[in-house]
């Protein structure tokens, strides 16, 4: 599932090519991804034309000159493609844009798990869940201090409060094991094991990872004028690294422990406590 850094690799990109260009026609492929109503956004879509591309949380936001945004929750398989009319569609294609510039901008998804949104702006929070979803992790209004005073708020182990997007939006499963083992916390230890310069130290940790990890992450997406989805995370430090890896701090062997139907990975050296388990 994309998480900010490769929301905002892919924010970048979009941005670069977008701004202007008009809507020409519009294909909706597989009509219940629109939320909204595929008819409605079909026929009123064409002849606006795209300003900036936005960021909130897990979505991303295609601001209009109609005072609208068009907003698209890839979820965990959705893929954007920028391209020609006669380039390769992605399987399971849902919606396609043909531009004013002779290009092309599609959303194609596996499991067809994603949600597209055509609202205005000022609506923008009749998406389902919109109001009840925390701050995003880079918003600047989420201060050191408020961070304190919201995290104190959740009981349970640490790694599953980073990971609530009622809590925090933008960070999943993948960049909390970055997160924690920059701030040398084990995953599975519980909020209230930890005391407040632990949580200063993660809120730091936190924005330290997203400020490494988004140029990284850029740098293996985007390939001229394609995104490339493949091979996006092959910097990361601990994630799925267990087995033969070893922790670049301390040289001992990254622990992969699969629960939940999902994995976490740490270092036990650096990364000490949490139940027996683990």
Same mark, same amino acid.
């Given at each position: ?19 202007? &260009? ?15 109503? @595929? ?9 606006? @034309?795209?300003?900036? /591309? ?10 209009? =000159? #109609? %005072? ?12 954007? +493609?920028?391209?020609?009319?006669? =380039?390769?569609? &992605?399987?399971? /294609? ?58 104190? *708020? ?9 990971? *609530? @997007?009622?809590?925090? +939006?933008?960070?999943?499963? =993948?960049?909390s094991d970055e997160i924690l083992w920059e701030a040398r916390i084990n995953p599975f230890t519980a909020r209230k094991d930890l005391d407040e310069e632990d949580l200063r130290r993660l809120f730091a940790c936190a924005r330290e990872v997203m400020a490494w990890a988004t140029p990284l992450a850029r740098e293996r997406m985007v390939k001229g004028d394609s995104l490339d989805y493949r091979e996006r ?9 267990? %087995? ?6 301390? %040289? @001992? *062997? ?16 650096? +990364? ?5 388990? #683990?």
């Amino acid at each position: 599932m994309p998480e900010i850094p490769d929301l905002e690799a892919i924010r970048g990109f979009l941005n670069e090519r977008l701004p202007g &260009q008009t809507v020409d026609s519009v294909e909706v492929k597989i009509p219940h991804v629109v939320r909204t109503g @595929a008819t409605a956004l079909a026929e009123s879509l064409p002849g606006d @034309a795209f300003g900036e /591309t936005e960021r909130h949380g897990k979505f991303l936001l295609f601001t209009l =000159a #109609s %005072g609208r945004v068009l907003a698209i929750n890839p979820m965990l398989t959705g893929r954007f +493609q920028y391209a020609s009319p006669d =380039a390769k569609r &992605q399987g399971r /294609t849902c919606l396609r844009l043909s531009l004013s510039g002779g290009m092309e901008l599609r959303y194609a998804d596996f499991r067809v798990m994603g949600r597209i949104y055509l609202l205005p702006l000022e609506e923008i929070e009749a998406i389902p869940n919109w109001t009840a979803g925390g701050p995003d992790l880079l918003d600047p209004a989420l201060t050191e201090e408020v961070w304190l005073e919201r995290i104190r *708020k959740y009981r349970g182990r640490i790694k599953n409060i980073l990971t *609530k @997007a009622e809590f925090v +939006q933008g960070v999943g499963n =993948a960049y909390s094991d970055e997160i924690l083992w920059e701030a040398r916390i084990n995953p599975f230890t519980a909020r209230k094991d930890l005391d407040e310069e632990d949580l200063r130290r993660l809120f730091a940790c936190a924005r330290e990872v997203m400020a490494w990890a988004t140029p990284l992450a850029r740098e293996r997406m985007v390939k001229g004028d394609s995104l490339d989805y493949r091979e996006r995370r092959d910097f990361f430090r601990v994630h799925r690294l267990g %087995g033969d890896a070893l922790c670049p701090r301390d %040289g @001992a *062997k990254i622990t992969d422990i699969d629960a939940s139907k999902k994995v976490t990975s740490f270092c036990r050296t650096c +990364q000490p406590g949490g139940p027996a388990f #683990s």
